[in-house]
């Protein structure tokens, strides 16, 4: 091909100079990249059922993508995805289906898969303005249960059967006490779950949750029929590289 016009040489010139910075740059060595997660580790040691560990890896935007429980030998593995909206979508368990959520207008439908009867079934929850679950029921049945809301926090749940009330349970809050059940599921069902927990008012009597100086609790005592039941908590937090 012949030149005929002066820019040419100069363009020409310009591209063997990107060139060679093109093959400097391949004779670089390659950096290497990792991914970074978050782990936190909960251990859970009850003095009637054993110890109870639960390994929670999180990504970068801090969504929970898995979940590994174990209860002695025994262990669940728990795998989440998220729609683009970063709401929860599927959670898969030991690598089958386990749960999946929609989100219609002012209403989450979780659905739940039956391993024995090969279906799925379906609780709603009915949300108010501020995104709180103040109804939630099993589709397919007359049982309902009731939340009531104080300042950001469910203080009560009223359970009905169809024909007249069967529970009432009260929740008590201090706003400097977590309950670390509810990290598990970070960006999933906060709607109904509550983070700030100090003790369930139940038949048997309030759970008392003792905390650290982060407000974590480090002693749980549950009050059952059979006497009541003490748990102590501790917690590992770590940064997780992966290639």
Known sequence: MKIRHLLFPAILLATCVITSCSKDEED??????????YMKTLVTTN???GTFADSMVYNNNMQLIRN?????TVADTLDYSYDNSGRIEFITKNGGNYK?????????LEKTWSVSQGNWSTVQFNLNADGKAV???DINTSIFSTY??????RTK????????IVEITNTIYNTTVKNPLNERYTGTLLAVTSINMEADAGENGEIVYTSNSAGYPVTVAIPTDFGVFYS?????TKIVEVN
Request: glycine share 8%.
């Open 47 to 49: 003095e009637v059922w």
């Open 232 to 236: 102590t908590y501790t917690y590992e």
């Open 157 to 164: 749940m009223t359970t009905y059967d169809g024909a007249g």
């Open 148 to 153: 009531e809301w104080t300042n950001g926090n």
């Open 100 to 108: 999946s959520y929609e989100y219609p207008d002012q209403v989450i």
């Open 28 to 37: 670089q060595p390659q950096k290497e990249t990792k991914t970074v997660y």
């Open 68 to 72: 590994i429980s174990s209860w002695g």
């Open 135 to 137: 109804r939630e029921q």
